[in-house]
């Protein structure tokens, strides 16, 4: 799998463009909190949110709510717990 994440400008952009807040980022990139976002965000790491992290937020913003149940229920089909409006 080829992968190069998107930059900190990229990310930055993205976050405009859905008009989320760094706490709303946070969520679903599946990170602990707002502050994970920021490291994310900060022009001098530059150290690329993980792929799996940046696909759960791309589903999560493509997909219609019915969707993302219907992943959510596979993922405990397999044994997985999951609840994306518990916090940690």
């Given at each position: ?8 400008a990229?990310?930055?952009?993205w976050k405009?463009?859905l008009g ?9 990139l ?8 920021r490291?994310?965000a ?6 690329g ?11 999560l913003v493509?997909?219609?709510?019915a ?6 229920k596979l993922m ?5 717990t999951?609840?994306l409006?518990?916090p940690?």
């Open positions: 799998m080829l992968y190069e994440p998107p930059s900190v990229q990310l930055k952009q405009e463009k989320f807040s760094g706490a709303q980022m946070a969520n679903i599946g990170l602990k909190s707002a502050r994970r976002w490291e994310y900060e022009e001098a790491k530059q150290q949110i993980p792929p799996a992290n940046l696909f759960m937020a791309c589903a493509a997909l219609s709510p969707q993302v149940d219907h992943v959510l405990r089909e397999v044994g997985a999951i609840d409006k518990t940690e």
